[in-house]
């Protein structure tokens, strides 16, 4: 009877918040919490500690583009690894060192000690040690949530991470800076990444193992389980499809998106800093309300269609970026852009996690992660320039259109509604846990 009681109370939850009843998901949901706001709060605080060290532009971006090449450089072995070794050890082993980092340049900084070399070797570091990160991530939850879950476990994430990383976390780090100087906020980057740590020390020893390892008769090389990842994407028609329109969609949008919209700001509507952290906090909490909804609806029947259709119009209010003169239709049109932009992304992990067979997770995932941050330089590169050769509003009118275009061509080369159709992802699998896990059995650092 207390069982029954018990079910029908879950049953109650909102969809987006079910997986939180179980205990290996709460863990693992702390290791995003931790690291997310880790981001938020580094973010911030470096920029004030390169500063408060008299350095300018070029130095914090020295400092940003160590952690993005860290990032990179790692994103394809991180998805290797992640499918030989436990992702749960990989997980812990970042966090590691994040807090290490963190708390060395913070004990730098207050102890007057740190220079900005210094802050550029820690962020390779930090940088190398996240492209680590997401693939095992990616293979592991799976192993926590059942099937039916997973959409809403990405639509819960996907309110959690913009929340924390544009919002939350910048807003500690600007009052720990005005109160006591970017070496306290840079200590509060170490605490956040303790918490990521004692969450991964948490999570279920029997829950992720070296999954290749497990499965093939003869160990093989790191460069042949690469080549396996490699191959299954460029055999398996949807991903390629997606993952080819979705590098044009980043080469297209994302450099206007991050780097011209402080200029639209500032130059079309007379704003400051104010308003661009406006704008940016507004495209944050879309960002949330996009996910929550992602997660809280089933998914769609035409969900590969669903995703590049919505990916291809959420660009389109970008154009508002170069035309309007005034600075509440961008804020606006900033909201649109980051819900119709992260709505599909909770479908799209969901797929991932769904479709790709989990000894193959971590290397694809992290392919899908390499390909996104390698022409995210490129279309940061070309922004600059192309404004300044055409001006705002052209390239804004591009990278509202020409998605919509990319779109088009992907739906009709790709030819994926047989696909979708007869791969269906809308059943929901009964609430309970994971072949193969136990959710219930937490083990500390010392029992793994």
Not at 58 to 82: E, K, R
Not at 118 to 132: E, N, P, Q, R, T
Request: proline share 7%; with cysteine.
């Amino acid at each position: 009877m207390d069982t029954g009681v018990a079910e029908a109370r879950r049953s109650r939850l909102p969809r987006a918040v079910r997986p939180l009843r179980h205990p290996a998901y709460r863990r693992l949901v702390g290791t995003v919490v931790g690291s997310e706001l880790a981001e938020g709060l580094w973010v911030v605080a470096v920029v004030w500690q390169v500063i408060a060290l008299g350095g300018g532009a070029s130095t914090f971006s020295a400092v940003s583009g160590a952690l993005a090449g860290g990032l990179v450089g790692t994103a394809l072995l991180g998805g290797v690894l992640a499918d030989r070794l436990s992702q749960r050890r990989i997980l812990q082993v970042v966090a590691a060192v994040q807090l290490t980092g963190a708390g060395l340049v913070a004990a730098l900084s207050l102890g007057g000690a740190l220079r900005p070399a210094a802050l550029v070797v820690v962020a390779a570091v930090i940088g190398m040690a996240g492209g680590l990160a997401f693939p095992a991530y990616a293979a592991l939850l799976p192993r926590l949530v059942p099937a039916g879950e997973l959409q809403a476990v990405n639509g819960l994430e996907g309110v959690l991470r913009p929340l924390l990383l544009y919002a939350g976390g910048p807003a500690v780090a600007g009052v720990l800076v005005a109160a006591a100087g970017p070496g306290v906020a840079l200590l509060a980057v170490a605490a956040a990444s303790g918490v990521s740590l004692a969450c991964a020390c948490a999570l279920p020893a029997d829950a992720s193992g070296a999954a290749t390892a497990a499965d093939d008769a003869e160990p093989r090389g790191m460069l042949a389980d690469l080549r396996e990842g490699v191959r299954y994407v460029t055999r398996t028609r949807w991903l390629l499809v997606t993952i080819v329109f979705a590098c044009f969609m980043v080469l297209v949008v994302l450099g206007p998106l991050e780097v011209l919209v402080p200029f639209a700001v500032k130059d079309r509507a007379g704003g400051g800093p104010g308003e661009h952290a406006l704008v940016l906090a507004v495209y944050g909490l879309g960002g949330a309300a996009g996910s929550f909804a992602a997660g809280s609806l089933p998914t769609p029947r035409r969900y590969l269609t669903t995703m590049i259709v919505m990916w291809s119009l959420a660009a389109l209010p970008l154009a508002v970026f170069g035309l309007a003169t005034a600075l509440w239709p961008m804020v606006l049109a900033a909201f649109v852009v980051g819900a119709v932009f992260s709505a599909p992304q909770v479908i799209w992990e969901t797929l991932l996690q769904r479709r790709v067979p989990p000894r193959l997770l971590g290397r694809v995932s992290s392919l899908d992660f390499f390909v996104s941050l390698g022409l995210m330089p490129v279309s940061m590169a070309l922004a600059g320039p192309a404004s300044a050769l055409v001006g705002l509003t052209p390239v804004f009118v591009v990278a509202a259109v020409v998605p919509v275009v990319i779109g088009a061509v992907a739906l009709a080369a790709g030819r994926l509604g047989p696909d979708e159709l007869a791969h269906p992802l809308h059943e929901e699998d009964p609430g309970g846990v994971p072949p193969g896990s136990n959710p219930d059995q937490l083990v500390g650092c010392v029992r793994s």
